[in-house]
């Protein structure tokens, strides 16, 4: 995940407000943090299959993510060197490995933004579900709902501090630690641990079981890569204090997940439907009292920002993608309110079908999550070393080894994952992620062609004035009218009133009226026998093709919104037409009524 | 139900195209034809609550209904004489009640069209259901998947001819007495009449029960003004063939009903879940082979053309409400096709909701249906009677008599229908009539202030040109800011190009390339620090307060809809903040882009 922090930052913010080591920890570390609530349980769950046996190798394949942690931690420390101005995956490829790889990181970074909103709060609602069983039948109800406030805090906009983040954070690191020395000293645990359930046609321990609970646990690396985008948050020295914040957060989610694994061949927790195994760990070293609440809560709200930390990160990098013609340009369009809409309502609709399809259970999710995360990985660090082989600096054929051993780790972990897990799930990345790119090149084509036809970056011939026509609609003799050809009549010298003539109405009513009237304006009448009202003042218009056409529709624009119901509608009919069939440029007057 | 054949109907038809006897019965009898298919049953499913006894009354109850048909004959055979333009409640009311009169007959009119649909659709899938007892459970989706054909057809416009009725009609006509012929000279029912369900807590007959049948009976009534209302639609001469098509109505529909009343005697019948009596009485007549087929299928066919005049009467008087300032004149838009659209919109979207409240249930709508229809014969019939004291034509007081005596029958079957079926569904058309008069009678009042301020009927001052400014927004150094540039300079002297600022691009740049192009026109740069792209132009147009200030918004339009997300939405966002808080002429140009 990229971070959140772009968007608070502005240009002129003094150092002052930027963030030191602690800080950026705190801030930028809400994703790696959260997924110690699912990481751990994403291994046993598999491991369980082959009953005690298999979860006697939860501290094993915990081992092994957390030397690929060592390794990505290493590798990013360099990510944050070189690219001191915020190097996500998306920009490092498409620095060194082109655009066609910068859409495919850009595809998997999407992809991960998604799931990671759908993962945290399916595993808030788990860590409130194991803490409230009544709540247990409301899952996706609770997840929507969870989802749906989210959205809207994020669509209403929030002036996000980094220094919000230090206390949530804070509080939920100081709980997993107290869980994991508390338990650590304990003989055995406080609370009756559940039996394991029977468990009939047991797997046996074979490599691929190992692999798959390696895949599934490496859910619990995403999330390191949010320091390194963020670099431009810190204080002087930047890189220094990002690299350090890197590698603290390294170290103290590797503390975490090899305590909890400890833990949990210790008390012998196995998975249990309803309860998360963070909560059993946490029940079985605490007690069920107070501790235990403290942790399920903060649990819950770290949940809750870390699902917020991808509608600070999608819809930005939405807008740049959008600002490269990869994406349509609304995604760029923040309004009146400064939030990208589109992009926060892209992130609530596809993270909702998510959920519902998922009924909301974060064990299906999880799997889905790491895909997208190696495949950035791994082209983020094969970027880098092309970054070292062009750049040559002291020592960059060590450093190049180590980007490239990490690239060659997360590379082969993106095959096993996708390999291990394609039938529960998987696919619909493997699809997904092509589809993707290929939309987004799709955008860019057409862009580019549109580009062309607007002769962008050159400078067009200047512009000539022409003859021009306004073309005033009249159905009635009114103040509407009136105003409506004062408005024409201060526009151009040629005007003309034209009334598409209702075969139900009074006709000659009008006639006299505007006779009388005389408002010194030629009067056109368009008869047309299928009653139609767009048509006849399109086909008119085909004769004045060699001159500028205007065509100004005045409208009744009531002050209250549910008044909007007396409208009639026939400048919006008119103004379709118009719009689809001819090239006149059409004017809109409101006449405004008070209500 | 007024009819639908308003609407085929030009000025220039001759006469030969208009409607004889047999087709004008054909034609316009389709509403009360269908009653035939649910008015039995609802007499026998009151009755059967007092068992074997309570069925024997049947036939008195369909004697005292067909009696009130013969009044109500007679009645209507007088309107058309005194009404030969047509003369719905709705008229009639008007001409002679006064406009708050006419605004109740008007609600009770839309009230039975939406309820003539939706009682329709669910008779005629009753009669699929009956035949084929296995499509019982998809009742509703049945009823939504016929009501979702019909408004299709509708919306796509139907060049309906009265000629195609009279088959379908003709062959159900045939088909029942065919049913009630052979039915009365057999000795005992062909196929086996299904054994009475255990009745427990059986009612005695008392005169509430009687009433209750009468009342649910009622709804077999309805229709039978369709002829007065379509008296242009007639051969001359008009008045006594739409007099003898009427008096033909009021016989056929009586001997049906009465034929059946006698059959369901004689065999027997008492209601069973899921079959409906007609398709009982048909199969104890004509035994369960090809005849009983014929009688079912032309039922379901003969009610969907019955729920299919109501798509064409509704959008008619919701169009004349609507000329008349009662609805929303969006009601009288014909726009491109040639048909109300609303009106069937809004037809469609009522009568699907009763369908789902009801669960497709055509018992538990008939009853609702009688109230509407009493309230509409009741208004007609006394304003018959204001009319003869008004015009005093030669015998007038017997026809008084004859309309009076009809208003007293009409209006005490509308009280005793009421407060029968008050509890069972009555409340909601109590409910409604009130609140729909209510609501037009708002909309009248809305509208009368509207047309005041737009001075309305009277001769307005000559339009007066005043000193105009034309604002482009310009984003980019294009063709397509030329062309708009072009287009404003073509209109005015005075223009204006506007920059606002996006603080997130490269200003400079912009500049440099204007200043590079040189198009000879005002560059104003607005700049805002929240970023806002609407509010920056409303501030700076506020300046301009002392002339007619025309936006011209320059957009790419692609040529096809799904490029539409490639738009970006600047200028719809612009034109909906200067709508809302400016008086300026939006004027929207299209920069058309092949795809």
């Known amino acids: 995940m990229t971070a959140t922090l772009s ?26 943090m959260a997924s110690v609530a699912y990481g751990p349980e994403a291994i046993v769950i598999v ?11 939860t501290l094993p394949v ?13 590798s990013y420390r ?38 990671n909103v759908a993962v945290s709060v399916a595993a808030g609602v788990a860590a409130l579900t194991s803490a409230f069983p009544e709540l247990l039948p409301y899952t996706v109800w609770l997840c929507l709902g969870a989802l749906a406030v989210i959205t809207t805090v994020n669509l209403r906009g929030i002036a996000e501090s980094a220094r919000a983040f230090i206390v949530p954070t804070a509080v939920f690191v100081g709980a997993i630690l107290t869980v994991v020395v508390v338990g650590l000293f304990r003989a055995g645990p406080v609370a009756a641990v559940a039996a394991p359930e029977h468990v009939t046609n047991l797997q046996t321990i074979g490599i691929l079981l190992l692999l798959k609970a390696f895949a599934n646990g490496c859910a619990a690396l995403t999330g390191v890569e949010a320091i390194a985008n963020a670099v431009p948050s810190f204080r002087k020295p930047r890189v220094r204090r990002a690299q350090r914040a890197e590698v603290a957060l390294g170290g103290l989610l590797a503390v975490m997940l090899l305590g909890l694994a400890v833990l949990i061949e210790k008390f012998s ?15 079985a070293s605490l007690g069920d009292g107070f501790g235990f609440y403290v942790v399920q809560f903060s649990t819950v709200v770290l949940l809750a920002l870390a699902a917020n930390t991808s509608f600070g990160g999608l819809p930005v990098l939405a807008q740049l993608l959008a600002k490269h013609n990869n994406l349509p340009h609304v995604f760029a369009l923040r309004a009146e309110r400064q939030v990208y809409r589109y ?10 079908l998510l959920l519902i399809v998922a009924d909301g259970d974060m064990n299906t999710l999880v799997p889905l999550f790491a895909i997208g995360v190696f495949v950035g990985f791994t082209l983020s660090q094969i970027g880098m070393v092309r970054h070292w082989r062009r750049d040559r600096p002291r020592g960059w054929p060590g450093k190049a080894a180590l980007n490239g051993f990490g690239a060659l780790l997360t590379g082969l972990a993106a095959i096993v994952v996708t390999a291990t897990k394609f039938a529960e799930g998987g696919w619909l990345i493997v699809v997904a992620l092509p589809v993707i790119v290929l939309a987004m090149e799709w955008v860019h084509r057409s862009y580019r062609r549109i580009g062309e036809r607007l002769e962008l970056g050159r400078t067009p011939a200047p512009p000539r004035p022409d003859r021009s026509l306004v073309v005033v609609p009249v159905h009635t003799v009114s103040r509407l009218t ?4 004062a408005a024409a009549l201060s526009l151009g010298d040629h005007v003309e009133a034209v009334h598409v003539v209702d075969p139900d109405e009074d006709q000659a009513g009008f006639v006299d009226a ?41 409208e009744v624009e009531p002050e209250h919104p549910w008044q909007r119901i007396l409208q009639n509608r026939r400048g919006a009919v008119l103004a379709r037409a118009l719009r689809r069939r001819s090239d006149a440029v059409v004017c809109r007057m409101r006449f405004r009524v008070p209500g």
Do not use: N
């Open 269 to 283: 927790i196995h998975p249990v439907d309803g309860v998360t195994v963070l909560s059993q760990v946490t029940a």
């Open 482 to 485: 009136r105003d409506a050809l």
């Open 47 to 57: 491991l369980a299959a082959a009953g005690g046996t298999g979860l006697g190798f």
């Open 514 to 554: 505007w006779e009388l009237w005389h408002p010194g304006v030629t009067l056109v009448q368009l008869h047309d026998e299928r009653r139609r009202l767009g048509e006849p003042l399109v086909e008119h218009l085909r004769k004045h093709a060699d001159c500028h056409v205007f065509v100004l529709i005045a």
């Open 78 to 115: 360099q990510v944050i060197a070189a690219f001191p101005d915020g190097g996500g995956a998306y920009g490092v490829s498409r620095a060194h490995l082109g655009r066609r790889a910068s859409l495919v990181a850009a595809a998997s970074l999407i992809v991960d933004y998604v799931l």
């Open 7 to 32: 968007r608070p930052e502005s240009s002129d913010a003094t150092d002052r407000h930027r963030l030191s080591v602690v800080g950026g920890l705190a801030a930028l570390s809400l994703d790696a």
């Open 343 to 352: 992009g926060v309502g892209f992130l609530a609709i596809t993270s909702a």
């Open 62 to 74: 915990t081992l092994a993510i957390a030397l690929l942690l060592g390794d990505l931690t290493l």
